[in-house]
């Protein structure tokens, strides 16, 4: 049994696209001394799989890893498996999240030396998720794991952005938001690279929050349908 952070693979197995292995993601060498790594989809044996990632990780010999984030999450053991590979890499990995960076992408993220938001980007946790076919026995047994692992997540956070790991929980239960400015401000990133456009911050960040919102609770919708056809 796996807990998903987000996604369900049938949701988007009929997206993934042919040829080689580990095409949800890139890496390329930008100079003898940085190597570039895309991180551009969903996290897990559907897109990016952590057996794939960290095998193409081992490979680099640069002394340092600019790591583009662009990913809604996905698979909690697969994106521990990459924030582990990242963390255990010698290299200086500088993370910048050209997207949103959320579910298991938000964690990915906390394993670089240097986290940068980059203009409008946004970050969003949540406590993990998984379905449970099964009696009272195994339903209880999903919500314990459900728990442990979600403890784990918030550790992760606290380790990185400090406080106590119950206040990130119960960031994670109400599935929290941040805006690129509000992610460097709790401390979940390093810097946020502001918009040479002047604008209200909340008025953009309130805007910027529903259309993510409405697309998750209509992927979990869907995915929700799927599971029990």
């Not at 049938?10 to 570039?36: E, F, K, M, Q, S």
């Not at 698979?75 to 910048?96: C, K, Q, S």
């Amino acid at each position: 049994m796996r807990v998903r952070e987000l996604l369900p693979a049938t949701l988007l197995n009929h997206h993934r696209p042919t040829g080689r292995p580990g095409a949800w993601y890139g890496i390329r060498n930008a100079a003898a001394d940085r190597v570039v790594v895309e991180l551009y989809d969903v996290i897990g044996d559907w897109g990016v799989s952590a057996a794939e990632f960290v095998r193409d990780l081992r490979d680099i010999t640069a002394p340092t890893i600019e790591l583009h984030i662009n990913s809604p999450g996905g698979l909690f053991y697969d994106g521990l498996t990459i924030f582990n590979g990242l963390r255990d890499h010698p290299a200086r990995v500088e993370a910048i999240v050209d997207g949103w960076a959320a579910s298991a992408a938000s964690f990915i993220l906390q394993a670089a030396e240097h986290r940068t938001m980059n203009r409008h980007s946004q970050l969003m946790i949540h406590d993990a998720l998984m379905l449970t076919l099964g009696n009272e026995v195994d339903h209880l047994e999903s919500a314990t794991q459900l728990a442990r692992v979600s403890d784990n997540i918030a550790a992760i956070y606290a380790g990185r952005a400090g406080g106590a790991v119950a206040d990130w929980r119960a960031a994670m239960r109400a599935e929290t938001w941040y805006s690129a400015v509000s992610a460097a401000e709790v401390g979940l990133a390093d810097e946020a690279i502001a918009d040479d456009i002047d604008t209200d911050d909340s008025d953009v960040d309130d805007v910027a929050g529903v259309a993510p919102r409405t697309q998750l609770a209509t992927l979990r919708a869907r995915a929700y349908l799927k599971e029990v056809a």
